[in-house]
């Protein structure tokens, strides 16, 4: 007898395949998310939907939604093996019925989850996905993409501007929450954004999340930006019209634990599907999340896909990832007992390790000009080191310990100042360590640690001054820059994602002179290569008295490149005017104040004040300049 022909069936699209199996097993579908999840489709001359999903460990998996009235035994899936991955079509199904994957277990439980690639979700408190279409989102921001290409964000400015969308500003006296949609809120961050000279807008929480007071860092719908603002297509509208504005868009992303919701990740298909087994490397105790089994292909293929998916798909410009440490260290948050050392006995954990090589190798090589940020708080090292080096390949990293040490500077009474003024200097002594961004961020201004402004000493007035002093210091340390939203004019009270930032006060003089200063030193910042273009090298920045202690004050150059247009900054952390401070410079010829305290930026007419250097040995300095120095004052200055 001859043998009989095998005649396979030809493979549609949208259909999971043996190629995508592999692919996923080895944790290399970086474009997963295109089959995965829930497509339009045409099956037989047929419109519906197919679905996917991975629930490896289920005894059945069905599909229930509007489109068969939630019925268990309407539309059971097909297991594909070998690593049980469900798939079915159904005709009929359309753009906007909600669904969930209904998984028998094991034990014969049924349990209802949303898709973990849906790409959008049923407005909380729902908790169903959503079918829609994102293959056709529109876009007409070639240019910046174009931009983008070349853009490197070690010489390039960096000015970040950090936001909780739903906070940020909301409309009173409204029955709902009072949210801005994706597309009102395009507009209006836009205007300001663009008006107080940041480059960059980071948004917290955008992936779809239950519980607002999680600020979006307990995400259920990795693949999804929230619906509380928008549709998809919102979304989409919102990125492209800050790229046309010249704005570029870097998104919270949490790959380190999710939440144990009962539609989300937890236990998907009845056993730990996404999260390690054993729960002292599965769980967090502080935060009551689960955290991903990064040594599954699988898990790793969801999370690299996922950032690919917000890049590739969605235009993103960056991902700022979100307790980078927590993932790196097996011990981190827990108790002896709860933990479990990794094969050599450390406390590493080597699988995240590999993963974030695999991560930052992937987004970066494919997207030119794309950001990777690390959140790490720990002294781990090469962060930004390149992977072939051992590092772990971000394109830059927060300096958490320079936010710590300028904070607590910062909240001292002056008078105790000169006992602190190593906490100023300190960051010097790693500023190359890695590629930095200064950071004030969220984290700052919550749980009773006050407003940036009520952190100052003092009342009314110094408190402003304070601040005006801090962030001068701060544009000129080297470093990328980040403000939290509130922070540039002066918020009172502690940020709450319940409510509107305050606007009203940018009307009151004191907010509004702060925030013109805040203006006035961002767009410097843009303006002088000398600020942004050896963040990472020694050349571009000196010392010329980092030890006046005794009147806390600071003095030092930035320099660009090509040594043209430096900028000495003088910093006076007191309340005491020292009307003729001599400073050491380094070259003779004429010093313009670009900038002071209490005039802001010198503007274009203005008539700028100009000092001249003159041969008189000072900070070790072969020149000096003397200039008025009052309370808290603070003066830049240009040379050539």
Known sequence: MGRQKTVQKKLQPYEIGELDQYLFGQGTHYEIFRKMGAHKAVQKKQEGVYFAVWAPHAARVSVVGEFNAWDFGANEMHRQEPLGIYTCFVPGAQEGDLYKFCIETQTGERIFKADPFANYAERRPGTASRVTDISNLKWSDEQWLQKRKKWDQKENPLAIYEVHMGSWMRYPGTEEEGFYTYREFAHAITDYVKKMGYTHVEL??????????????????????????????????????????????????????????????????????????????????????????????????????????????????????????????????????????????????????????????????????????????????????????????????????????????????????????????????????????????????????????????????????????????????????????????????????????????????????????????????????????SDDDWDGFSWINANDGDRSIYSFVRYAKNHKKSLLFVCNFTPVARPDYRVGVPKRGNYTVILDNEHGAYKTGEKAPVLKAVKSECDGQPYSVSLPLPAYGTAILRFS
């Open 204 to 533: 917290m929480g955008i992936a779809e999340h239950p519980f607002d007071g999680s600020w979006g860092y307990q995400v259920t719908g990795y693949y999804a930006p929230t619906s509380r603002y928008g549709t998809p297509q919102d979304f989409a509208y919102m990125i492209n019209y800050l790229h046309r504005n010249g704005i570029g868009v870097i998104l919270d992303w949490v790959p380190a634990h999710f939440p144990k919701d009962a539609h989300g990740l937890a236990d998907f298909d009845g056993t730990p599907t996404f999260e390690y087994a054993d729960p002292r490397k599965g769980e967090h105790p502080d935060w009551g999340t689960k955290i991903f089994d990064y040594s599954k292909p699988e898990v790793q293929n969801f999370l690299i896909a996922n950032a690919l998916f917000w890049i590739e798909h969605y235009h993103v410009d960056g991902l700022r990832v979100d307790a980078v440490a927590s993932m790196l260290y097996l011990d981190y948050g827990k108790q002896d007992g709860q933990w479990v050392p990794n094969q050599y006995g450390g406390n590493q954990n080597l699988e995240a390790i590999a993963f974030f090589k695999h991560l930052n190798s992937v987004v970066l090589g494919r997207n030119q000009g794309a950001m990777m940020i690390a959140e790490e708080s720990t002294a781990w090292p090469k962060v930004t080191g390149a992977p072939e080096d051992d590092g772990l390949g971000f394109s830059l990293k927060w300096n958490m310990g320079w936010m710590h040490d300028f904070t607590e500077y910062m909240k001292l009474d002056p008078l105790f100042r000169k006992g602190a003024h190593y906490q100023m200097t300190f960051s010097m002594e790693y500023a190359y360590s890695e590629n930095y961004i200064l950071v004030l961020s969220h984290d700052e201004v919550v749980h009773l640690k006050c407003s940036m402004l009520n952190k100052m000493p003092g009342l009314g007035f110094d408190k402003f001054a304070n601040l005006k002093a801090g962030y001068t210091f701060m544009l000129g340390h080297p470093g990328k820059k980040l403000l939290f939203m509130g922070q540039d004019f002066g918020q009172l009270h502690e940020w709450d994602e319940k409510v509107s930032l305050d606007w009203h006060l940018t009307e009151e003089d004191l907010h509004k002179d702060l925030q013109n200063y805040v203006r006035d030193l961002l767009h410097i910042y843009q303006k002088y290569p000398a600020l942004y273009e």
